[in-house]
């Protein structure tokens, strides 16, 4: 059981720093005044050692001239926008559960990006203030505490980040249902979206969403020859609704889906190892080879890979997997084939303007280097995650800010989700966003792992699945 708790504490904190591991590197094709972060005086050799030039374009605008700025709403002063952080505190996770994670805070990666928008005219004028605070991905209690400190004892505008993990992610609609505060965080469910009303954004791509383009990205780059009907199987109860909806995009684009079952055993590894079983008895009695994997569970993974080195499997979600590029998934033998899909290689994020500018910040600020976390050898501090994923975050938050003019509140963010003039999100190529697609990210790009190499190998380009 201690083997199980520690195996899912190490889970949930590589998929709640995976928001920074995607990276692609490519930008939006049209350059935003009010939040691109260019920085074009960037060191060929040595990219991320170059701090912004002075000569740079300013990332914000300062808004019109004779506009008077004043306290419009709760956290927004004439001068200021106070906003709340959150972050996994690393730290006490490592030392609470003897885990040795590498993952560096992320507060001082966000505070030093802050610090470069403030330098270059803050958000029309006003400079951005972080409250932190810090909580365990380890279900709901620490993020509640969080939640509450941020909207009941501080005095905040929005909150960047918000929480990631079983029973801490739910937490997240306590900002913007009990409080009716601004998120700017992990992609809400579609249920969770619509509670909102426009309330949480997010730089990512919900799972609802990515669920029909991996199907639609499967068929145009043309892998779903050869596999046949396939079976879909989620990792919680809860995920019910996704495996419906993978199935359905499947059969949209010709696949037949016979078997579709989740996970009711989570953490118990004898019942999933039957419950697999059962299911595989099923799958190959009527054909099935392909198996389509959703959500996170270690030992249903581990069981289908042990139980079916013949079949081929589809990870639902590439994005999550931040851990086999140093370590392969267990009972996963070299010549089983496993496809998923994320952003493209990590390293790329370096060929990103925007992406380059928070790290020449971000390393100026702490004196530190910022390197791709599949380059960093085992046990080596990983600023990576924190400091991507802040770039991204506090980038779209400036820009729906600034659509939403110099009187801030609510209201006015809620009018400017479908007036941002051409959004563009660090490490992304495609992003749009608007009232009824409050999840930004537009880009995914087919990938196949290759055990031996550990290494994920692009199969497709990346496509705008917006």
Same mark, same amino acid.
């Given at each position: 059981?201690?083997?199980?708790?520690?195996?899912?504490?190490?889970?949930?904190?590589?998929?709640?720093?995976?928001?920074?591991?995607?990276?692609?590197?490519?930008?939006?094709?049209?350059?935003?005044?009010?939040?691109?972060?260019?920085?074009?005086? *960037?060191?060929?050799?040595?990219?991320?050692?170059?701090?912004?030039?002075?000569?740079?374009?300013?990332?914000?605008?300062?808004?019109?001239?004779?506009?008077?700025?004043?306290?419009?709403?709760?956290?927004?002063?004439?001068? *200021?926008?106070?906003?709340?952080?959150?972050?996994?505190?690393?730290?006490?996770?490592?030392?609470?559960?003897?885990?040795?994670?590498?993952?560096?805070?992320?507060?001082?990666?966000?505070?030093?990006?802050?610090?470069?928008?403030?330098?270059?005219?803050?958000?029309?004028?006003?400079?951005?203030?972080?409250?932190?605070?810090?909580?365990?991905?380890?279900?709901?209690?620490?993020?509640?505490?969080?939640?509450?400190?941020?909207?009941?004892?501080?005095?905040?505008?929005?909150?960047?980040?918000?929480?990631?993990?079983?029973?801490?992610?739910?937490?997240?609609?306590?900002?913007?249902?009990?409080?009716?505060?601004?998120?700017?965080?992990?992609?809400?469910?579609?249920?969770?979206?619509?509670?909102?009303?426009?309330?949480?954004?997010?730089?990512?791509?919900?799972?609802?969403?990515?669920?029909?383009?991996?199907?639609?990205?499967?068929?145009?780059?043309?892998?779903?020859?050869?596999?046949?009907?396939?079976?879909?199987?989620?990792?919680?109860?809860?995920?019910?609704?996704?495996?419906?909806?993978?199935?359905?995009?499947?059969?949209?684009?010709?696949?037949?889906?016979?078997?579709?079952?989740?996970? *009711?055993?989570?953490?118990?590894?004898?019942?999933?190892?039957?419950?697999?079983?059962?299911?595989?008895?099923?799958?190959?009695?009527?054909?099935?080879?392909?198996?389509?994997?959703?959500?996170?569970?270690?030992?249903?993974?581990?069981?289908?890979?042990?139980?079916?080195?013949?079949?081929?499997?589809?990870?639902?979600?590439?994005?999550?997997?931040?851990?086999?590029?140093?370590?392969?998934?267990?009972?996963?033998?070299?010549?089983?084939?496993?496809?998923?899909?994320?952003?493209?290689?990590?390293?790329?994020?370096?060929?990103?303007?925007?992406?380059?500018?928070?790290?020449?910040?971000?390393?100026?600020?702490?004196?530190?280097?910022?390197?791709?976390?599949?380059?960093?050898?085992?046990?080596?501090?990983?600023?990576?995650?924190?400091?991507?994923?802040?770039?991204?975050?506090?980038?779209?938050?400036?820009?729906?800010? *600034?659509?939403?003019?110099?009187?801030?509140?609510?209201?006015?963010?809620?009018?400017?989700?479908?007036?941002?003039?051409?959004?563009?999100?660090?490490?992304?190529?495609?992003?749009?966003?608007?009232?009824?697609?409050?999840?930004?990210?537009?880009?995914?790009?087919?990938?196949?792992?290759?055990?031996?190499?550990?290494?994920?190998?692009?199969?497709?380009?990346?496509?705008?699945?917006?």
């Amino acid at each position: 059981m201690k083997h199980s708790i520690l195996a899912l504490l190490i889970a949930l904190a590589l998929i709640a720093a995976s928001c920074g591991d995607d990276s692609n590197g490519t930008s939006g094709e049209a350059e935003v005044e009010s939040a691109p972060l260019e920085d074009d005086s *960037t060191d060929e050799d040595s990219p991320s050692k170059d701090s912004p030039s002075e000569d740079s374009p300013s990332p914000v605008d300062d808004g019109p001239e004779d506009v008077v700025l004043t306290d419009t709403f709760r956290g927004v002063t004439a001068d *200021t926008i106070t906003l709340g952080y959150t972050s996994i505190n690393f730290e006490l996770l490592n030392e609470s559960f003897g885990l040795d994670l590498a993952f560096q805070n992320f507060g001082p990666q966000a505070d030093a990006i802050v610090a470069y928008y403030n330098e270059n005219g803050g958000v029309l004028g006003r400079q951005i203030e972080l409250i932190h605070e810090k909580y365990l991905p380890v279900g709901p209690t620490s993020a509640d505490e969080v939640c509450l400190k941020l909207t009941e004892d501080a005095t905040i505008f929005a909150v960047l980040a918000g929480f990631s993990g079983p029973g801490a992610l739910d937490v997240n609609s306590c900002f913007t249902e009990l409080h009716d505060t601004i998120l700017v965080g992990p992609a809400p469910r579609s249920d969770q979206a619509e509670a909102a009303g426009g309330l949480w954004v997010s730089a990512d791509m919900s799972l609802n969403r990515r669920n029909s383009a991996v199907a639609r990205l499967m068929a145009d780059a043309g892998v779903l020859d050869g596999l046949g009907e396939m079976m879909v199987i989620g990792s919680s109860i809860d995920e019910q609704p996704l495996v419906d909806g993978m199935a359905e995009a499947l059969s949209g684009v010709g696949v037949g889906v016979p078997i579709t079952e989740v996970i *009711t055993t989570t953490g118990d590894r004898p019942a999933t190892a039957n419950d697999v079983a059962v299911w595989l008895e099923r799958a190959r009695s009527s054909g099935v080879s392909t198996a389509v994997l959703l959500g996170e569970d270690e030992f249903r993974n581990q069981e289908f890979f042990i139980q079916a080195p013949e079949f081929t499997f589809i990870m639902g979600n590439g994005d999550s997997i931040t851990d086999w590029s140093s370590i392969p998934p267990e009972g996963l033998e070299e010549g089983t084939r496993l496809l998923t899909n994320n952003n493209g290689p990590d390293v790329a994020a370096f060929d990103d303007p925007q992406i380059l500018t928070c790290v020449a910040a971000v390393e100026e600020a702490q004196g530190i280097e910022v390197r791709a976390t599949s380059q960093l050898p085992n046990g080596e501090p990983n600023y990576f995650s924190g400091t991507v994923g802040a770039c991204r975050s506090i980038s779209l938050f400036v820009q729906i800010a *600034t659509a939403a003019g110099p009187n801030l509140t609510n209201e006015t963010w809620l009018a400017a989700l479908d007036n941002v003039p051409d959004l563009s999100l660090p490490g992304y190529k495609f992003a749009t966003i608007r009232a009824d697609k409050v999840d930004a990210r537009d880009q995914l790009v087919l990938v196949e792992y290759d055990r031996a190499n550990l290494a994920f190998v692009p199969i497709s380009d990346a496509i705008d699945v917006g």
